[in-house]
């Protein structure tokens, strides 16, 4: 899998307004669906496995959610990416009673259910840097966010594909 097959450009969102997790969520199932890239069935499996699966990664400095779904919801694979306009309260992936304000979410879409875990690794790996995400934050529009998830996203996807 190459970056360029799930990175679109029409797929970051620069600037989302969302009061809570769920609402953030909803808008953000709400984006691929008009697009075609997931089922009707998408939204609530995403917010369902949010309340099971938490998906706030517990990291030193900035964070981000990384929330996902199986692939029986998706029509074609995609990474839509969304920096919110106030850090909202998401359950830490590790400890779910542990609460961490993000201000980053990267929901993925993979029609592939073999290849859920490596895009999981390959997010974390990224989202490890905290210059990539102080980039991210940093970014003056959606194509830079763009130009930066394609470099950290990408190299690290380069990296797992030829090992």
């Given at each position: 899998?190459?970056?360029?097959?799930?990175?679109?450009?029409?797929?970051?969102?620069?600037?989302?307004?969302?009061?809570?997790?769920?609402?953030?969520?909803?808008?953000?199932?709400?984006?691929?669906?008009?697009?075609?890239?997931?089922?009707?069935?998408?939204?609530?499996?995403?917010?369902?496995?949010?309340?099971?699966?938490?998906?706030?990664?517990?990291?030193?400095?900035?964070k981000?959610?990384?929330?996902?779904?199986?692939?029986?919801?998706?029509?074609?694979?995609?990474?839509?990416?969304?920096?919110?306009?106030?850090?909202?309260?998401?359950?830490?992936?590790?400890?779910?009673?542990?609460?961490?304000?993000?201000?980053?979410?990267?929901?993925?879409?993979?029609?592939?259910?073999?290849?859920?875990?490596?895009?999981?690794?390959v997010?974390?790996?990224?989202?490890?840097?905290?210059?990539?995400?102080?980039?991210?934050?940093?970014?003056?529009?959606?194509?830079?966010?763009?130009?930066?998830?394609?470099?950290?996203?990408?190299?690290?996807?380069?990296?797992?594909?030829?090992?």
């Amino acid at each position: 899998m190459k970056i360029e097959e799930v990175l679109k450009p029409d797929c970051i969102i620069e600037h989302l307004e969302a009061e809570s997790k769920e609402e953030a969520l909803t808008a953000m199932c709400q984006i691929l669906l008009s697009k075609g890239y997931v089922k009707d069935s998408f939204p609530e499996a995403i917010l369902e496995r949010e309340r099971l699966y938490p998906s706030g990664l517990p990291m030193e400095g900035h964070k981000i959610a990384i929330p996902h779904t199986d692939a029986e919801h998706v029509n074609e694979s995609v990474i839509l990416f969304a920096r919110l306009a106030r850090p909202l309260e998401f359950s830490s992936m590790g400890d779910p009673d542990e609460k961490i304000q993000v201000q980053l979410i990267s929901m993925f879409a993979l029609k592939e259910k073999k290849k859920i875990g490596f895009m999981l690794d390959v997010l974390i790996t990224a989202y490890s840097d905290n210059e990539v995400l102080d980039a991210i934050l940093k970014a003056p529009s959606a194509g830079g966010i763009y130009d930066v998830l394609y470099r950290a996203v990408g190299s690290r996807m380069d990296k797992e594909n030829n090992a």
